[in-house]
């Protein structure tokens, strides 16, 4: 079965544009989650997913936002990119509500914002 | 307010010794608790898992130690190969319902010298 996948791997941005960033998970599962990671914070939660509803959401501002499509793959946007934004997102898929489930990552976006 | 802790933040081992990584935990709504092994520019991969109905479990050489009532947990890596060197996060979450995203540690950097 394939992994989570994860396009593009890489992205260069200036401040103030928007970027789009997809994730399908692996065949079957229903939920997607979307993390941040970055050297000094680690890895936080941006929002989950499932059904095509967000079902929870971590504490980011409004500029990241997302969204998923009836066949569970999914896209996160990011608006007004700052600086700070550049990180590592990685999405991670479960069968259901990742809730106490087991959750695979794919191998992430590399966003680095100029 | 960091919901789990991990120590150490790095740790170095021998070929063939055992690697121990602790975590603490806050919220006893936790139910369910996996350790990831991260190597250089990859997603997080799933190692093992434990939920709080068995204080132990064993997968090869991996194996988690879960103590309920000190709302700890811990890896431990026997017999360490170099092949393991890698960064390791400890995580938790709750079963089921709107909030189940995972909640990391800030993660430890394990080398293990030939």
């Known amino acids: 079965k394939a992994g989570v996948t994860q396009t593009p791997r890489y992205l260069i941005k200036t401040r103030g544009q928007q970027v789009t960033l997809s994730c399908s998970p692996i065949s079957g599962h229903r939920s997607v989650s979307w993390y941040q990671q970055t050297p000094g914070q680690g890895l936080q939660f941006l929002f989950e997913?499932?059904?095509?509803?967000?079902?929870n959401k971590g504490n980011f501002p409004g500029r990241f936002s997302g969204r998923q499509f009836s066949n569970s793959r999914s896209e996160m946007n990011v608006s007004t990119l700052e600086l700070g934004d550049s990180a590592l997102y990685l999405c991670?898929?479960?069968?259901?509500?990742?809730?106490?489930?087991?959750?695979?990552f794919g191998p992430g976006t590399r966003l680095t914002v100029l | 307010q960091q919901q789990v802790k991990q120590s150490p933040q790095s740790l170095i081992v021998q070929k063939g010794g055992i690697s121990i990584i602790n975590c603490a935990y806050e919220n006893t709504a936790f139910d369910y608790f996996p350790w990831y092994q991260q190597f250089p520019g990859k997603g997080p991969a799933l190692l093992i898992a434990?939920?709080?109905?068995?204080s132990e479990k064993k997968e090869g050489r991996f194996t988690i130690s879960f103590n309920k009532s000190a709302k700890q947990f811990s890896l431990h890596i026997m017999d360490s190969q170099p092949g393991d060197s890698a960064t390791y996060f400890c995580?938790?979450?709750?079963?089921?319902?709107?909030?189940?995203?995972?909640?990391f540690g800030k993660g430890t950097k394990l080398s293990v010298k030939p």
């Open positions: 995580a938790a979450s709750k079963n089921g319902g709107s909030q189940g995203n995972l909640i």
């Open positions: 434990i939920r709080p109905d068995v």
């Open positions: 991670a898929s479960s069968l259901t509500l990742a809730g106490g489930n087991e959750q695979f």
């Open positions: 997913y499932f059904s095509e509803t967000q079902r």
